[in-house]
């Protein structure tokens, strides 16, 4: 079935450190694949997104690439910030299908 | 604009007691979600609502159910609270079609089940 998968976290890091979450996908067909944010007590919402491959998503500063050969979609920030302490989450979503498949989730922390 | 809107923030049931989680969305959006949040499970799709008139079963559908009331509200219930059911729910709206990926949430709901 389909699914993705996250890298482990929690993932601590100092301010304007650089971050990568790895984020693979097991899918037929071509998904749209997505990160969400949740900022402490919130709800989710949307990052960024990519519905094609070799397309790049880009969103405050956070980027990630449609990998359809390495079934990836992995999030980098170049220098990150106290105030992107959260946790992300990867999902994929099929047109057909409407539903959106979620990764479990990784959480950052950005110790100033 | 609101966006989504949830209510209550916080209940504590006890178990085999009902409760009515409730959701609105002012955005005009067709279709709406309930999920739950899990520690180290993501989020996980409980019921949905691809238009009004319509409900569906997500992955974990057991032990609730949903009304769609009207175009902006869907709301969940629980008839016989289990402390399984102690999570965190969120509800969400999206366009249809292809844009469907693109959701919006709410502040979510935390329950807890004695």
């Known amino acids: 079935g389909n699914s993705v998968t996250q890298m482990e976290g929690p993932v601590t890091l100092s301010e304007e450190a650089f971050l990568t979450i790895n984020c693979t996908y097991t899918a037929t067909g071509y998904p749209s694949l997505f990160w969400y944010v949740q900022y402490p007590g919130e709800g989710l919402q949307l990052l960024l997104k990519a519905t094609k491959a070799d397309d790049k998503g880009s969103n405050k500063g956070f980027e990630a690439t449609y990998r359809k050969e390495t079934t990836s979609f992995h999030l980098e920030k170049g220098s990150v910030q106290v105030s992107d302490s959260a946790v992300y989450f990867c999902?994929?979503?099929?047109?057909?299908?409407?539903?959106?498949?979620f990764g479990q989730g990784t959480e950052l922390s950005v110790k100033p | 604009n609101a966006g989504v809107t949830q209510t209550p923030k916080f209940q504590v049931l006890k178990t085999g007691q009902s409760m009515t989680l409730q959701c609105a969305q002012d955005m005009n959006h067709n279709s709406m979600y309930w999920y739950r949040q899990d520690p180290g499970m993501g989020l996980r799709l409980i019921y949905y609502s691809a238009s009004e008139g319509t409900t569906d079963k997500g992955e974990v559908p057991n032990g609730y159910n949903v009304s769609r009331l009207n175009k902006r509200e869907f709301s969940l219930r629980l008839e016989s609270a289990a402390p399984s059911q102690t999570s965190v729910y969120f509800c969400?709206?999206?366009?249809?079609?292809?844009?469907?990926?693109?959701?919006?949430f709410g502040p979510g709901t935390r329950l807890t089940v004695l």
């Open positions: 999902a994929l979503h099929y047109n057909q299908g409407g539903k959106l498949i």
């Open positions: 969400a709206s999206s366009e249809t079609g292809q844009s469907r990926g693109e959701q919006f």
